[in-house]
């Protein structure tokens, strides 16, 4: 049986780096997607955001620059876990040749993981028991100069959960599916520049 050969260090490299620049565009796509999901659930938009921030920053503000601070969290989290999935990939020739054959089956796979070992834990440590301790504190808003457009209470938020815990399963595939295709397409861009070109 023939050994997996490493990868060079700037292969290795490309591959990784791919990782992270995937992971952060295919958390940036999944953002809009949760945007959106919000407005057609008739919620105020950038909820998610809000209570993330709470969770993770003494935070009491439930305006734009906690939607903000959010956004730029979830962003983090998604370069991150990019380059966590492409790591493997790096390793040696005959793993990253995998990538191109297998990485939407991957990806769907490594979604389904980061939902199970990451989101679910988060959610019913962290995120839940929040809610529950903002119960009686005001509703998330989104104002406008003519009033509000949406509103949610807490407690509606937590009448939600299943609702959102299935929802999540599919973004999380989704952002899977997304970064290890992208990931291939990056650094398979990166490698075909970096290969030594022949002058007639």
């Not at 009448?159 to 959102?164: P, Q, Y």
């Amino acid at each position: 049986m023939s050994e997996a050969r490493p990868v060079p260090a700037h292969s290795g490299l490309a591959v990784l780096g791919s990782g992270v620049a995937a992971g952060l565009v295919a958390s940036l796509a999944i953002s809009a997607l949760m945007l959106l999901a919000e407005r057609t659930a008739m919620l105020p938009v950038g909820t998610f955001y809000m209570v993330l921030v709470s969770a993770v920053l003494p935070a009491t503000d439930y305006g734009t620059y906690a939607i903000a601070q959010g956004l730029l969290l979830h962003l983090l989290a998604g370069a991150v876990l990019g380059l966590v999935m492409s790591a493997p990939f790096a390793l040696s020739r005959k793993a990253y040749g995998t990538l191109g054959r297998l990485a939407p089956a991957y990806g769907l796979g490594a979604g389904a993981l980061v939902w199970a070992a990451l989101f679910i834990p988060v959610t019913f440590g962290t995120m839940l028991p929040l809610l529950q301790s903002l119960e009686g504190r005001p509703d998330i808003r989104q104002q406008a100069p003519a009033g509000d457009l949406f509103q949610v209470a807490f407690a509606d938020l937590l009448a939600m959960t299943d609702r959102i815990i299935y929802t999540a399963l599919a973004f999380h595939m989704l952002y899977g599916l997304l970064a290890l295709i992208m990931t291939r397409a990056f650094a398979g861009a990166l490698l075909e520049r970096k290969k030594p070109q022949v002058i007639l």
